[in-house]
């Protein structure tokens, strides 16, 4: 039983509106077969206001698609690294933050800001954080806390995890070069360093 019904504006492409007719129009199971996520897709629609007509083209999925990726492997940093006890003041405030830009006609490109946010407050715990976002997106539905990425062999996971430790121990010790020659030795092995100020997170190209 739905209480409401939304009717958001059209989707168009740089010609106009995306039709059946046009035989230009998207399905799930299109992305899909284009290696795109429809999680990232459904980033982009959430970055918008649902009133505003949405220009789409696959050079914009694509940014979104590095922009999915990206917030994923931030959660799941935050995730993986949970730290202190539930702030309860910080928790309320950024889940009156969300409500009030769901209220204000469901805007979800404020949502979105309010989610970005908690994770770049340094006076939040990671508790916290984890609490808000797994809050978040009861309503987000972006899973933004399952790893969606490849799985890889535990043991090599296990070899990159060390390297990444041996590299900050490098760095902690100001020894610059061998921080350096760590993450080219990696790079080599098409394991990419992404370094962010929860910490260091992997890719593998």
């Given at each position: 039983?739905?209480?409401?019904?939304?009717?958001?504006?059209?989707l168009?492409?740089?010609?106009?509106?995306?039709?059946?007719?046009?035989?230009?129009?998207?399905t799930?199971?299109?992305?899909?077969?284009?290696?795109?996520?429809?999680?990232?897709y459904?980033?982009?629609c959430?970055?918008?206001?649902?009133?505003?007509t949405?220009?789409?083209?696959?050079?914009v999925?694509?940014?979104?698609?590095?922009?999915?990726?990206?917030?994923?492997?931030?959660?799941?940093?935050?995730?993986?690294?949970?730290?202190?006890?539930?702030?309860?003041?910080?928790?309320?405030n950024?889940?009156n933050?969300?409500?009030?830009?769901?209220?204000?006609?469901?805007?979800?490109?404020?949502?979105?800001?309010?989610?970005?946010?908690?994770?770049?407050?340094?006076?939040?715990?990671?508790?916290?954080?984890?609490?808000?976002?797994?809050?978040?997106d009861?309503v987000?539905?972006?899973?933004?806390?399952?790893?969606?990425?490849?799985?890889?062999?535990?043991?090599?996971?296990?070899?990159i995890?060390?390297?990444?430790?041996?590299?900050?121990?490098?760095?902690?010790?100001?020894?610059?070069?061998?921080?350096?020659?760590i993450?080219?030795?990696?790079?080599?092995?098409?394991i990419?360093?992404?370094?962010?100020?929860?910490g260091?997170?992997?890719?593998?190209?």
């Open positions: 039983w739905c209480n409401y019904w939304i009717h958001s504006e059209h168009n492409d740089e010609s106009g509106k995306m039709s059946k007719s046009k035989g230009d129009f998207l799930v199971s299109l992305l899909e077969s284009k290696n795109f996520s429809p999680l990232a459904r980033l982009f959430l970055t918008s206001h649902y009133r505003k949405l220009v789409f083209n696959y050079d999925l694509e940014q979104n698609q590095k922009v999915y990726e990206k917030l994923i492997r931030k959660c799941l940093n935050i995730k993986n690294n949970l730290d202190g006890s539930l702030q309860e003041n910080e928790y309320n950024y889940n933050l969300f409500k009030l830009a769901l209220e204000n006609d469901l805007n979800t490109s404020n949502a979105i800001t309010v989610l970005y946010d908690v994770i770049k407050n340094e006076n939040i715990n990671n508790k916290t954080k984890y609490e808000l976002i797994k809050s978040f009861q987000l539905s972006l899973n933004l806390l399952e790893d969606n990425t490849k799985k890889i062999d535990d043991n090599i996971n296990e070899y995890l060390s390297k990444i430790e041996e590299r900050n121990q490098a760095k902690a010790n100001k020894d610059y070069a061998l921080a350096d020659s993450r080219d030795e990696l790079l080599e092995k098409n990419k360093l992404i370094d962010s100020r929860e260091t997170t992997y890719e593998i190209l």
